[in-house]
């Protein structure tokens, strides 16, 4: 008897989306099929066919053209959008969202990596590091896309020399670090050979980590957007069955019925009566990710793109932006001009006050201060003024209401990251810095380096990130200042976080977690006290 | 760590759950925001399994109502069985329905035998046209999946069409995190497409949990059912005994035949549907 087909089938797991990027050659379309064949994506006949092919033209059997294969626009010479192809490992599905390199690349990476929930970094173990590894890196960290594997790749032709790979993976994590961005997994693969991408190579004895397959295993689909602060952008308001429904979609926490709330920019205040699904009238709460509708027990005048908080835990009403910009307009963003900005469900006109730094699209390096324009697939820090008052969160803090769109003759032009926000009373709100956003992985233990960061600051933490204090991992603090540092001792004091604490002459280090200060505790516990 | 059976079909349960969730909230975002930013929309109801699990969705979105008039192109062609459950759950629903015939074409003698590319731009997409001229719709949504068949695969959530009704695929603007592309010159009609992220396979599960009722031709009639519906004399039955959603559904796990093979105009002559679809063929 066949007992697989008694057992219930594999559930509709969430599929994982990822992206691979890296320089151009150094494997993608390689490892894409890699994973295709190794995991029986490929059907056979597609398979013998892509045989016959290569064997008709005298050469060996080669990964990538069953990508090309794939293709039916490769044929055509139409411009390929971003494509979507699936596999399955044995515990859930994904789907590879790839876009292929030619001139409208960048526009097609951002919008399917935009929807990645992970990321495949693939460096040429012979190459090392090069522009466009860099470039995808950074465009990653814009997207704020943070679960990322490192593949160093083509190890077979340098005879898996661990050396080698140490120096190229040293050299990846060094710049990662340097955009705030953290691998998780640091993988030796050959795609061509199949070694580690979903079968374990027996020539990489030194190596003991995860296949590619199980590192992207290891990777969840669900967003941390329940552990941030409660918000639901306002997306319309229905008049309908003598109710006024507010709509829309809650992007971060939960929303439970009584709670005071807040509207910003407007600032009015109510309290949630009901929260409907239909055909459900009422439910007691809503997470990160439901479309809702809101009644409430005033009848208060909001706008669509008004920001639904909790009383006390609001988005600032923004109307002066500091962000991160990367352009994909044929057209130049011009310093001076207006361009439509959306950010959640608002809309505003925005002036480009200022492209304080435009950066190098290939180096990353700094080009040029106070630029006046900005090219196609350029970067840049940018200062836009808002024609009047919107919600917004820094990025950081919250990356749903933190990242927004600039619109030009009703096109989407340009995606961008809030850095940080001036309020309509001039104020500049206090910064939040996100520890668990922040946290290095390395040799050694874990890091979180605010050398960089001076001025009003307020620190916040994940669960998860508690979780790994409790659990006592290694995680190291610095600061350069005084006041991270007291910005820091008020979250220590919040969450009850023990640590210890050494003064340098260039700052300061603490430590987290204490596992003597337990012992010392007995000891005083029994004793006459201090 | 190893599961029971009971823990293992509950965890299933629950991740199937959570999984259809995300794919409908996603459905109704899209039918909102199109609802909030456009003046005159319709919904292409082609009576299939996909329009009609969007049309649930639908009234998800706007609690139970349809806010929106469906628009049905009647080819002349189509099986009695579909018109019969059309015109029922037209009724149930309380929908407006719109049903757009190229009388002309029909006058003419258009049919499978004059070509199926000229027969599915008469019928389908010139008749789409007509309709969408005289009630100046300016958006309307539509129910393709990216998984379906190539050209589909390329599609952006919010597509626009120009006065001819073309697609520009080489040029399309980027489309991220849910900002959608919703300004355009009054000579374009926008596609809005609120379920191109699932797959036939979401569909029937949404099905089966939400218990939605679709046309009897999917199911076996004891020998042969329909996968995909189409016009009589271009879409085929296939073999199979499945006589319920969940017969459906074990069905699909195990094939590996393409949704629409049994759909002739696919099959024409190669790129037929991405050349049908530049003409603004759905």
Redesign the interface.
Known sequence: MDISAAMPKPPAEPALRIVIVGHVDHGKSTLIGRLFFDTGAIPAERQAEIERTCQAQGRPFELAYLMDALEEEREQNVTIETTQTRFRSSRRGYVIIDAPGHREFLKNMVTGASEADAAILIVDGEEGVREQTRRHAYILSLLGISQVVIAVNKLDRVGFDRGRFDAVTADAVHFLHSIGLTAQFLIPISAREGDNVVRRSERTHWYSGPTILEALDAFSPATLDRLRPPRMPVQDVYRWDDRRRYVGRVESGTLRRGDPVRFLPSGRVSRIRAIERWPDDGVPQASAGTCVGIMLEDEVYVEPGEVMAPLHDCPAAAVEVHASLFWMGREPLEAGRRYGFKIGTADASAEVVAIEERLDPASLELKERYAQKLLESEVGRIVLHLDHPVAADSFELNPKLGRFVLVDQGVVRGGGIVRSLSLADGARPRRVIRLDGRLLADPSGMLVDLRNESGDLELAADETFLARIRAGERIALRFAGMRPFGAFLNWAWEHFVPFSFRREQEGVWVSLGAPEYASLRDHYQDGPGI | MSLS?SQ??E???R??A?????LE?QT??IF??A??RFENLAMLWSIGKDSTAMLWVA???????VPFPLVHIDTSLKHPVMLTFRDKIAREWKLELLVGQNKEALAGGMGPSKGRFECCTALKTNALQQMIDAHGFKGIFLGIR??EE?SR??ERVFSPRDRDFQWN?????????D?F?????DDTHVRIHPILHWTE??IW?YIRRERIPVCPLYFSDGTRRYRSLGCVPCNSPFPSTAGTVDEILAEL?RT?TPERAGRAQDHEKA?MM?KLRSLGYM
Do not use: C, V
């Open positions: 059976p293992t079909s965890l299933h349960e991740l199937e959570e999984y259809l969730d995300a909230n109704i975002f909102r925001e609802y909030r009234r998800k979105a706007f609690f139970g109502r990216r998984d190539g695969a390329k695929f080489k040029d399309q603007p980027p489309e991220l995190w900002q592309n919703t300004a355009y010159g396979m979401d599960r796990e590996s790129y991405q």
